[in-house]
Nanobody
């Protein structure tokens, strides 16, 4: 199971840190990702970190602003979001990936979403 937290309301230019706590030892051997879904839009890839934490990938719109990381000892993956923009407003979902991929079809399991709202 994946439990996301840390969402909220923030002004443009602000920062938030999302956390996703996992249960089960499979976490340490799983690639992990964050996706988001804005109202009326499809769910999209945001960032992923490989099982060991040594490799990351990002969608272009968040490069240089978001950082994904993980702490395998705490079974937790993080998404540090900086210089937030109104267009970052969405429900953010953490996910365990079955492959090192940005594609939604690579998701093996989803966490519940956490709402991020960025006001202008």
């Amino acid at each position: 199971q994946l439990q996301a937290s840390g969402g909220g309301l923030v002004q443009a230019g602000g920062s938030l840190r999302l956390s996703c706590a996992a249960s089960g030892r499979a976490f340490s051997s799983s690639h992990m990702g964050w996706f988001r879904q804005a109202p009326g839009k499809e769910r999209e890839f945001v960032a992923a970190v490989n099982w060991g934490g040594g490799a990351t990938i990002y969608t272009d719109s968040v490069k240089g602003r978001f950082i994904i990381s993980r702490d395998n000892a705490k079974y937790t993956v993080y998404l540090d979001m900086r210089r937030l923009k109104p267009e970052d407003t969405a429900v953010y979902y953490c996910a365990a990936l079955t492959a090192w991929s940005k594609e939604t079809k690579s998701v093996g399991s989803w966490g519940q979403g956490t709402q991020v709202t960025v006001s202008s």
